[in-house]
Nanobody, 120 residues
Framework: QVQLVESGGGLVQPGGSLRLSCAAS????????MGWYRQAPGKQRELVAV???????NYADSVKGRFSISRDNAKNTVYLQMSSLKPEDTAVYVC??????????????WGQGTQVTVSS
């Protein structure tokens, strides 16, 4: 059993900052890629940022220069530092991880999502 639990969402004014965290726990042998997706009302889920176990990162064009993804491999945790937030960043942010479990099987795991609302 593997669980991903996000925290750190909330309401913030335009131009503000938030930091999201996502901790993976359970029957984890190894974690490869971790990342964040988001889904706004009426829109498809979109990739925000991903980071490999070696620290390579990739960002959506819409968040480059404003968001920063990082991870703590010892804690099986991924972070998303969001700055200069805009109303169009409002969405449910969902954590993702590519995990090798104790049965030596790779699987894609998702968190439950955390709401980020950017509004004055």
């Amino acid at each position: 059993q593997v669980q991903l639990v996000e925290s750190g969402g909330g309401l913030v004014q335009p131009g503000g900052s938030l930091r999201l965290s996502c901790a993976a726990s359970g029957s984890i042998f190894s974690i490869n890629t971790m990342g964040w997706y988001r889904q706004a009302p009426g829109k498809q889920r979109e990739l925000v940022a991903v980071i490999t176990s070696g620290g390579r990162t990739n960002y959506a064009d819409s968040v480059k220069g404003r968001f920063s993804i990082s991870r703590d491999n010892a804690k099986n945790t991924v972070y998303l530092q969001m700055s200069s937030l805009k109303p169009e960043d409002t969405a449910v942010y969902v954590c993702y991880a590519d995990i090798l479990n104790f049965l030596r099987r790779w699987g894609d795991y998702w968190g439950q999502g955390t709401q980020v609302t950017v509004s004055s």
